[in-house]
Nanobody
Framework: VPLQASGGGLVQAGGSLRLSCATS????????MGWFRQAPGKEREFVASINWSGSSTYYGFPVRGRFTISRDNTKNQMYLQMNSLKPEDTAVYYC???????????????????WGQGTQVTVSS
């Protein structure tokens, strides 16, 4: 179940970016999916998680109200819409999959089985 994250870049504070996570192979619709981020010198941090159908989501406190996680099971893709970006959002963003059997939500890094390679998001002040 390889995961490929994309969509990162450089944006000014207050701007928006949309990250994507694509997978091929496996049965995407049965995976719990999540986004994490890691800033330089810091531990990896939970950002958001979404259940199998996309009907339930869960967010880390720093991004609530600004970020939106979604998925399209027909395209085997997950997204992270990031609005009102702040310099403290600067990090490498990783997508991850929790393979069945599983429950929702999943906020611990150790709960996820497969990780993408990460995409850099830089927010300038």
């Amino acid at each position: 179940v390889p995961l490929q994250a994309s969509g990162g870049g450089l944006v000014q504070a207050g701007g928006s970016l949309r990250l994507s996570c694509a997978t091929s192979g496996g049965t995407f619709g049965v995976y719990i999916m999540g986004w994490f981020r890691q800033a330089p010198g810091k531990e990896r941090e939970f950002v958001a998680s979404i259940n199998w159908s996309g009907s339930s989501t869960y967010y880390g406190f720093p991004v609530r109200g600004r970020f939106t996680i979604s998925r399209d099971n027909t395209k085997n893709q997950m997204y992270l819409q990031m609005n009102s970006l702040k310099p403290e959002d600067t990090a490498v963003y990783y997508c991850a999959a929790d393979l069945p059997p599983t429950t929702f939500p999943k906020i611990l890094e150790s709960s996820y089985d497969v990780w993408g390679q990460g995409t850099q998001v830089t927010v300038s002040s």
